[in-house]
């Protein structure tokens, strides 16, 4: 280990990916980023199933290379029985899309990317406590029998579902029990995904030619079945049932799996990040990609604060990013367990999540009363449609002699947005056609743009947009101004 600084700029608790993707964003902007590891790498898992988006976070990162190992798994097809009991369809392994790693492999590679980097590691090391003095975080930490302190004016909590007590959570789900264990089978080349009535099973080829079956329950029809366990479970099952034999000797592993929100995630500079902050229903199996892409954000929040340690805006765009990613996700995972099971209203464990709801009653804090005022907030609710692609050229013929103005149900809000890697705010544009306000389209700032267009032609928009863009995206770009009719003819 190197020397150590004396003062850190952000100082982060875990090696995992939530971690990482901070550290390495925040030492490409300059500052000086330390870390504590309870464990020695490599160590085992579980996880190793990524979502497609991963590939992009990982090229933001300039960190795509460490995806590309032969002994990852691409593109697996699956076989599914998911809304009807009786029907079972393939999904074929998309191109460029989800990817099963080794993920003691990975998070140690990505660690050693963050360390060349400039990460100052310590590494087995366990935070004993944390002061805050003056404008600065006091971190007693124990490295194997050596006693460290370390001074930081941030520090970012990613350790984890470990890093955040019972007292200090909200629940966004009811728990679940996973069960899990491995055949050693290189036979069984795709995926099974299969709802019943207890719960949902998931199985999948892992690293070293082994292949995974997990099963999602609810704690107490674990205890149930708790004489054939997992095999019990399967059973059950269409796609599962033909592994019983090949598991009855293997270890089973269970774990508590509770989904939560933080009460105090941002907490006089001391910042939770990725599972700490927030841990999504494990039917989105989206974890990994959603910590990575959350710690994104955050590390523009860290940014600004360094850069003005007065202004409000980066706490306040922390928890308003963590707020619509637990309301969207909470919102989801009910309408997706709702329509998941045919006999969702019979069945205990679709219905009790299905019908969930937050209680902050005994859990209040400043940020869960903010969430709940969201939550209450009626917000319309859009139809999304399957429009098939539009033939751009033809559309702008339509209005090619037309002049264009901006929609009177346009209207204007400000936001907090990102410009150049801080958080500011900016105007966006509000329709009943937008879900969401929207400050930039495509890099494109549409309050700046859309406030001097009013008249114009078509053509006369198109070069405009043409001079800080390619034409064919500014052909793209006006074409979803005016199908979504933000923009329409003066006639």
């Given at each position: 280990m ?8 952000v100082?982060?608790?875990g ?6 993707c ?6 490409d902007?300059?500052y000086?980023?330390?870390m ?8 085992p898992q ?16 300039n960190?795509?290379h ?5 002994t990852y798994?691409?593109?697996?097809p ?7 009991k009786?029907?079972?369809?393939d ?7 989800g ?9 140690q ?11 100052h ?9 944390a002061?805050h ?9 124990l ?5 460290i302190?370390?001074?930081?004016k941030i520090?970012?909590?990613?350790r ?5 007590l ?7 789900a009811p728990s679940?029990v ?17 709802a ?7 199985g999948s ?9 997990m099963?999602?329950?609810d ?5 149930e079945?708790s004489?054939?366990h997992?095999s ?11 592994f ?11 774990c508590?799996?509770?989904s939560?929100?933080?009460?105090a ?12 902050a927030?841990?999504?229903d494990p039917?989105?199996s ?12 955050v ?8 850069k003005?340690p ?13 707020i619509?990613?637990?309301v ?11 329509k998941?099971?045919?006999d969702c ?26 969430l709940?005022k969201?939550?209450?907030n009626d917000?319309p609710?859009?139809e999304?449609k ?5 033939p751009?050229?033809?559309?702008l013929?339509r ?9 009177p ?8 947005a990102?410009?150049?890697d801080?958080v ?8 009943p ?12 700032e ?6 001097d ?5 078509i ?13 064919e ?14 923009l329409v003819?003066t006639r």
């Open positions: 190197n020397t150590l600084p004396e003062h850190f700029d100082f982060i608790l090696a995992g990916p939530a971690g990482l901070a550290a390495i964003r925040l030492l902007m300059g000086v980023v330390g504590i590891e309870q464990e020695q790498f490599p160590r579980i996880g190793e199933s990524l979502s497609p988006g991963i590939h992009n976070i990982f090229e933001y990162l960190a795509a460490l995806l590309e190992d032969s798994i691409k593109n697996i699956a076989k599914i029985i998911w809304e009807s009786e029907h079972s369809y999904r074929p392994g998309p191109d460029n899309g990817i099963v790693v080794d993920r003691s492999k990975l998070d590679e990505l660690l050693k990317f963050a360390v060349s980097k400039g990460l590691l310590i590494q087995p090391a366990k935070l004993r406590q002061i003095s003056g404008n600065d975080w006091i971190l007693e930490i490295n194997r029998s050596a006693g302190s370390i001074h930081s520090v970012l909590d990613a984890g579902r470990k890093g955040t019972l007292n200090e959570r909200l629940p966004i679940v996973a069960a899990w264990t491995h055949i050693d089978d290189a036979v069984v080349k795709e995926s099974f995904i299969e019943f009535a207890e719960g949902w099973l998931w080829p892992v690293s070293v030619n082994r292949y995974r079956i099963a999602f329950t704690p107490g029809t674990l205890k079945n004489g054939s997992l019990g479970l399967m059973s059950k099952t269409a796609l599962f049932a033909p019983v034999n090949k598991i009855r000797n293997s270890s089973i592993e269970t508590l799996v509770s939560f929100v933080a009460l995630p941002w907490n006089k500079q001391f910042v939770k990040i990725g599972e700490a927030f841990t999504l039917l989105s989206t974890g990994v990609e959603k910590a990575m892409r959350f710690s994104l954000q590390a523009i929040a860290i940014n600004t604060y360094l003005d007065q202004s409000e805006h980066p706490k306040n765009f922390y928890e308003e990013k963590l619509e990613s637990v969207s996700h909470t919102n989801w995972t009910a309408d997706y367990y709702r998941a099971w045919p209203k019979t069945a205990a464990f679709w219905m009790k999540r299905a019908s969930f709801q937050l209680d902050i009653s005994k859990s209040k804090s400043d940020f869960t009363l903010k709940e969201v939550l209450n917000r609710v859009f999304k399957q429009v098939g692609p539009i751009v050229d033809y559309f013929s209005f090619w002699n037309e002049k264009i103005v901006v929609s149900h346009v209207s204007f809000k400000a936001v907090y990102i410009d150049h801080c500011v705010i900016k105007r966006a544009i509000i329709h056609n937008l879900e969401l306000p929207l400050v930039y389209l495509d890099q494109l549409l309050y700046s743009f859309l406030k267009i009013n008249g114009s032609a053509s006369n928009i198109l070069d405009s947009l043409n001079r800080s863009m390619a034409m995206k500014s052909k793209k770009m006006l074409v979803f101004l005016l199908s979504n009719r933000l003819p």
